[in-house]
């Protein structure tokens, strides 16, 4: 017969209500006594029943995580973390994935709303105005997109794109094309916006083709649109696309980075199992699963006594905090000097 929380107290000597509340409010149990309720708990394999303790806490112990598209590589990397951190603070993550829609998005967190004390929404789409609106319903914390006045974990792709160009400008490129991705996302505006500013201030000609999706597939349809352009470099909006652009262009007859040199983001593991392997600026992904784990459960501890949980309105839970995480450029083999003029390649 599993253990009770009756037998608990009776091996550690408190009474039933101590037991509780090492569980539910352990910072109000005397330290000595928490060591103790807690041993006598795993000596016995007692397991709190999490619906009961939410009945008594307001908190459910569950958080959501809702990323754009789980099948992208960038993503497992960031729900490993989370959950692994989550875990460590005696939470549960639920996963879910809008497939990069976005009425799917705002109809997944108010299913979740429900059942959850926060949410983690990754690369979300939606609007800023109505990522506000779903925060009013349960706590949020944005991880890679900006929002004034809410919790956000973002990674410095701008940076990341700033050192791509200027990386490319060093090899003698002035004739650049930056692969957008999807609409609405927060990442492809800060990567345009920085491109375009390190181009122009490396007297580079930069080409946007964009938005797109993406993928792998995404980036494989713009190969010829890449090889019309005249270009000799590529920055792409994600490792799948420019993995995808590589074997477009390989089926045009174009080598990387012979003819063109090619840019990723993200620097997921196929950017290192392939030919070339792939440069790209690698994104702290895990790092940024683990903050938003953190700064969510902190939201919810700092805000006034009686208005915790999923109880506590909007205003309760605007907050500046905002946490910017570095990009890293790594050099690898699909980028190389310009081709020579004349060549047979997309410079010729």
């Known amino acids: 017969m599993p253990a009770t929380i009756r037998d608990v107290a009776r091996a550690s000597g408190v009474h039933i209500s101590t037991v509780s509340r090492t569980f539910s409010a352990p910072h109000l149990v005397n330290p000595e006594t928490r060591v103790r309720v807690l041993a006598c708990a795993e000596d016995l394999g007692y397991r709190p029943n999490r619906a009961a303790r939410a009945l008594i806490t307001g908190r459910t112990h569950n958080i959501g995580l809702i990323v754009a598209d789980i099948a992208n590589p960038f993503f497992p990397p960031l729900i490993k973390a989370a959950e692994g951190q989550a875990r460590h603070r005696d939470y549960h993550v639920f996963v879910a994935d809008t497939n990069e829609d976005v009425a799917a998005e705002e109809d997944l967190v108010h299913a979740l709303a429900k059942q959850v004390d926060g949410v983690l929404l990754c690369s979300p789409r939606m609007s800023n105005s109505l990522i506000e609106q779903v925060s009013r319903e349960v706590p949020v914390v944005v991880i890679n997109r900006q929002v004034t006045g809410l919790p956000c974990v973002m990674m410095d792709v701008g940076q990341g794109a700033r050192s791509a160009i200027e990386h490319l400008l060093g090899l003698g490129h002035r004739r650049i094309a930056l692969l957008g991705g999807p609409r609405g996302s927060w990442t492809a505006r800060e990567m345009r916006r920085a491109a ?61 980075p012979q ?44 805000a006034p006594r009686g208005v915790r949980g999923r109880g506590a309105s ?35």
């Open 196 to 256: 375009s500013a390190a181009a122009r201030a490396g007297g580079a000609e930069l080409t946007l083709l964009g938005p797109n999706q993406p993928t792998e597939t995404g980036g494989g349809a713009l190969a010829d649109q890449v090889r019309r352009s005249g270009v000799t470099a590529v920055l792409a909006y994600n490792d799948l696309m420019a993995l995808g652009l590589i074997e477009g262009l390989d089926a045009l007859g174009l080598r990387v």
């Open 259 to 302: 003819d063109v040199s090619v840019v990723g983001v993200d620097d997921i593991a196929l950017s290192r199992l392939t030919r070339p392997k792939l440069t790209t600026v690698a994104t702290p992904t895990a790092a940024a699963g683990r903050t938003a784990v953190d700064m969510l459960l902190q939201l919810d501890s700092d």
């Open 314 to 348: 909007a205003g309760d839970r605007r907050t500046t905090a905002q946490v910017m995480l570095q990009t890293v450029l790594v050099v690898r083999d699909s980028t190389g000097p310009v081709p020579e003029p004349g060549r047979d390649g997309t410079g010729a």
